[in-house]
């Protein structure tokens, strides 16, 4: 800092005395004898302006170095101030930039000579933010193109698109004790599973919404417990066989975990978490209250050193769906279709992929009566909708991890077990439809007869390779086996052929291009269960912006 002195002083000097000199110069060339007399007493006014410049420029440049010292002494606090503290630092210990020789009560010049630099502008507010606790921002940005072919005979499903998803995270540390944070997303809202904003819609806007907003809490004096509310991404560990990675839960979750020092077990940890996912309002005379819909769960996790260099991670989970009735109603208003709208509706939920646990289906059609004929109007509503199943998931997870010696080439071997074990329990609740009247019609219709045999689904994963450093590279191939009635169709895997019901290939490739960019590929082929029909291949090109 002391080296900036000089050059800037001899700068100044440089550039003001010259300018003012030929300005003077010009000013007397341009008078005749007489004119030149008449102004001798501006000339010398000029002169002592120049020396008041140059004392001001003196105490200027003397204010300019309180400053540097200041910025130094700054510069050798942030080190210390930027780690997470016990306690946030009081606001004024981050405005070590104010000169000693200045009172504290009365700062104004530093203000103004501040007030003028928006980078300046930037950095205080940043201290502020500071002040509440340490604060990280980050997110990516996904281009792809995704083209479908194979498929059903009549090629319903080929297409081209090109889509594109942003991301944006803001994490704050508020002291030892909390965290808190939000997300933001494109992705249509409907839809839980996807991040993904397709190209197209006449150039129109895409959507961007909260995608988690959450505060953790971890008590200093039992830091094995963590306490998390509102909307937040999975505290418990699972694959895309159960849960899809877009979708972040709703409601709260306890974790408490432990380290254990011990030569095999290295690691217990207990999850459970309520994640309400709907709100019903009762329709009979007496019984009108909303009742929520909820998802209760837990996770039992170990970790264990079985060698030197292999690693296994044991997950048991139980995910038990109350209420999932109003997920079948939402999702058959989102796709039902009739004369006057048809295209599908707007309503509750979307489905990034045909959900395929076997459902039953009431709707109801307008009718008017003329001269005691009965026509229906062509419009029909969903009146009610149903699960042939409840979903109480008992899921089961082994993670291997092989250290093979070469840092860029880790091996992961990872299998997922799921078991519905309340497979075509909802059958017995069924309502019938409701009797027909001279103002509508009624019809059930089924999509699949419900099988409580077909409650499995398996998960195999083998991933070569890590993304961390510019040239590395991961490799992946999965095998995905999933029965009709195994989980809950619309929650899991967004890029499966189908929700359920289905047999699938992934094999996928990443390449780390500089540190902050990734290119991607990923094949998907897949095609129903006992089904001729032809696989239907997805390819997926991605370029990613990491921040």
């Known amino acids: 800092m002391k080296a900036e002195k000089g050059p800037m002083k001899s700068l100044i000097r440089w550039m003001v005395v010259p300018l003012l000199s030929a300005a003077l110069l010009a000013q007397t060339s341009t008078l005749t004898p007489d004119s030149a007399t008449a102004k001798r007493g501006e000339i010398a006014v000029t002169a002592a302006d120049l020396q008041a410049l140059k004392d001001a420029l003196a105490a200027q440049q003397q204010q300019i170095r309180q400053l540097q010292r200041a910025l130094a002494q ?3 606090a942030v080190p210390a101030t930027a780690q997470p503290t016990a306690e946030p630092a009081p606001a004024a210990a981050s405005d070590a930039q104010v000169p000693s020789s200045t009172p504290a009560q009365n700062p104004p010049s530093v203000q103004l000579v501040e007030a003028g630099s928006s980078d300046q502008r930037i950095r205080n507010l940043e201290r502020q933010i500071k002040g509440l606790g340490p604060i990280s921002f980050s997110g990516d940005v996904r281009l792809r193109g995704e083209p479908f072919f194979g498929g059903p ?3 319903s ?11 944006f995270n803001a994490v704050a540390d508020l002291g030892t004790q909390f965290r808190t944070g939000f997300t933001l997303a494109t992705g249509d809202i409907n839809d839980p599973v996807s991040t993904n904003q397709t190209l197209g819609g006449f150039y129109t806007r895409k959507t961007i919404a909260l995608d988690q907003a959450f505060v953790q809490f971890t008590p200093k004096q039992f830091n094995a417990l963590t306490l998390t509310g509102g909307k937040f991404s999975y505290p418990w560990y699972n694959t895309e066989l159960t849960w899809d990675k877009d979708l972040n839960p709703e409601g709260a979750a306890q974790s408490l975990a432990f380290k254990i020092d011990t030569p095999v077990l290295k690691r217990v940890a207990l999850i459970g978490f309520e994640l309400p996912f709907a709100e019903v309002a009762g329709t009979a005379i007496n019984g009108k209250r909303i009742a929520q819909q ?6 039992v996790q170990t970790r264990w050193q079985l060698l030197p260099r292999l690693t296994l991670s044991a997950h048991s989970g139980f995910y038990d769906f109350r209420g999932a009735d109003a997920i079948a109603v939402a999702l058959a208003r989102a796709s039902s279709k009739n004369p006057q709208t048809p295209l599908t509706g707007l309503l509750a939920l979307n489905s990034s992929s045909p959900v395929q646990n076997s459902m039953v289906t009431t709707a109801a059609t307008g009718v008017v009566t003329i001269n005691g004929t009965a026509y229906p109007t062509g419009v029909t509503s969903i ?3 149903q699960f042939a199943s ?8 082994a993670r291997f991890d092989i250290d093979t010696g070469n840092v860029r080439f880790p091996l992961t071997f990872l299998g997922d077990y799921v078991q519905n074990t309340g497979a075509c329990s909802n059958v017995s609740s069924l309502l019938p439809a409701p009797a027909n009247t001279t103002s509508q019609t009624f019809k059930q219709t089924t999509n699949a007869a419900c099988n409580s045999h077909q409650r499995r689904g398996y998960w195999a994963e083998a991933r070569m390779g890590r993304l961390q450093q510019k040239g590395d590279l991961q490799f992946g191939y999965t095998r995905i086996y999933l029965e009709r009635e195994a989980v809950l169709g619309n929650f899991n895997y967004s890029e499966l052929r189908q929700g359920t019901n289905l047999t699938q290939h992934r094999v ?14 990923t094949a998907l082929v897949g095609r129903p269960l006992a089904s001729t029909e032809p696989w239907l291949t997805r390819l997926q090109f991605d370029v990613i912006y990491i921040f």
């Open 157 to 167: 499903l080929d297409r081209m698109r090109g889509r594109v998803r942003a991301r």
């Open 294 to 299: 909820v998802t209760y769960g837990g996770q």
């Open 153 to 155: 005979s009549e090629q």
């Open 508 to 521: 996928d490739t990443f390449f780390q291009f500089e540190r902050s960019v990734q290119l991607g590929f």
């Open 390 to 397: 409840r979903f109480a998931l008992f899921d089961n997870i």
């Open 383 to 385: 009146t009610n909708a």
């Open 74 to 76: 700054r510069d050798q």
